[in-house]
């Protein structure tokens, strides 16, 4: 009996063993993958920064002002490049990671599973790369320009006797931290890039039964004050760029729930036509 119950102890590790070791194999390729694209980001840091800088430029430009930005301290420059490098190295190994956590998942899941969770995981990063491009390309200009109002001109001399004028005032110009500028903007594009994901979430989430359509309309109310106080948490405290991503958010939130109804009137027909469900109980 000792014998038969450490054969079954040997037997119930084996699986748990393997699926350890397909996990270490999956992590070491994502780990290399990140790696490989941090370094290839690091050698190309100064385009991906002028990259990153076009909004402000742009905005710079407009008021004919030089688009430069300055270093606080003697090895912020670096710093700034590893950060880069760090944002480009998982862009560029993205791809990898997820394709290694399918291959992982994968063998665990029924082929109807497949089928079903396969869209989710590629409408995932588009969502992600979607809201990513919306901040880039429409917040963060807007949010700029914004900012930029409250400068205003240093003091004036009069032309004939070379003083100040007596209309004379303290000047206000923007001189920004190379790193406090990428804060910004990496903070701008994670926080959209996170706030698309939720048509992915809610409709996963209704798929497994776990949210109803009807459920997420009557806490319509509930979900515009998580809005308003997710847009106050994540964005710089301005309000154009808060309604933005409100808007933004809100929009989803609604467009959740028409998707989760269309995955409910699809499981609805299936049963229907398995004979598992009548007409009352569908209605219900």
Known sequence: MKDERGDDIDDSAAPLIEHLAELRTRLIYSILAFIGGMVVSFFFWNPIFNFLTDPLCGALAGRGQPCDLILIKLQEGFFVAVRISLLGGFVLAFPVIATQMWRFVAPGLYRTEKSAFLPFLIASP???????????????????????????????????????????????????????????????????????????????????????????????????????????????????????????????????????????????????AEGLLDDDEAGA
């Open 126 to 272: 588009a969502m992600f790369f979607l809201g990513a491009a919306f901040a880039f390309y429409i917040v963060t200009p807007l949010a700029f320009d914004f900012f930029l109002l409250f400068q205003q001109p240093g003091a004036l001399l009069d032309e004939a006797s070379g003083e100040l004028s007596p209309l004379a005032q303290a000047g206000v110009t923007f001189q920004g931290s190379v790193n406090e500028y990428l804060t910004l903007t990496t903070r701008f594009i994670i926080a959209f890039g996170l706030c698309f994901q939720l048509p992915v979430l809610l409709t996963l989430m209704g798929k497994a039964g776990l949210v109803s359509s009807r459920g997420l309309a009557d806490v319509r109310k509930y979900a515009v004050v998580a809005i308003l106080a997710l847009a106050a948490l994540v964005t710089p405290p301005d309000v154009i760029t808060q309604i933005i991503l409100f808007t933004a958010v809100y929009g989803l939130y609604e467009v959740s729930i028409f998707l989760v109804r269309r995955v409910e009137k699809k499981r609805d027909e299936e049963l229907r």
